[in-house]
């Protein structure tokens, strides 16, 4: 799935109680930690292009450092762990695992499949690219029903208030 998505799914589902900012960070943690360390670097070398960049120019730390942003395991120990802290914040990271549970179906074995329950197990879905048309076009009508119903309320208010 692409950031974008994921930082709205993690907003949208788990931002509403206060925490907007925080669930959108969390929904985007994982690509973050991982490629976004190194994206920079990458274009400042090869120049942006349309893609998924090859894996032959992949660093190795990437690599390492992939499977633990996009771990069930990591992730679900960092939210209880937090939980005990700030039941609030461990909310909003639930973006963070909703990230991980979307990854999982919309990766290919082919090009970074989610290691969903590393280190206990290197157990990855090959799953459909989230590049498909019907997997874009259903998270793109996803993200709308989602946020229309977020909306609501002020919708609603809105309208009254137009009535008047």
Do not use: Q
């Not at 360390?37 to 992949?58: S, V």
């Not at 979307?102 to 590049?131: E, K, R």
Request: aromatic share 22%.
């Amino acid at each position: 799935m692409d950031t974008l998505s994921h930082g709205l799914w993690g907003g949208g589902l788990f931002g509403y109680r206060g925490r907007m900012g925080l669930a959108l960070f969390f929904g985007v943690f994982p690509d973050l930690f991982s490629f976004g360390l190194w994206l920079p670097f990458y274009y400042r070398t090869y120049g942006f292009h349309w893609g998924p960049p090859p894996m032959e120019r992949i660093p190795e730390w990437l690599l390492a450092v992939y499977p633990v942003s996009h771990s069930l395991v990591v992730a679900g120990v960092a939210v209880a762990a937090v939980s005990f802290w700030r039941k609030e914040v461990a909310f909003a990271m639930l973006g963070w695992v909703f990230h991980i549970l979307l990854d999982a179906p919309f990766h290919t074995a082919d090009y970074f499949p989610t290691p969903i329950f590393w280190p206990v197990s290197d157990w990855m879905l090959d799953g459909i690219a989230w590049s498909n048309p019907w997997v874009w076009f259903s998270n793109v009508a996803g993200l709308v029903v989602l946020f229309l119903w977020r909306g609501r309320a002020k919708l609603t208010a809105w309208w009254l208030r137009l009535r008047r």
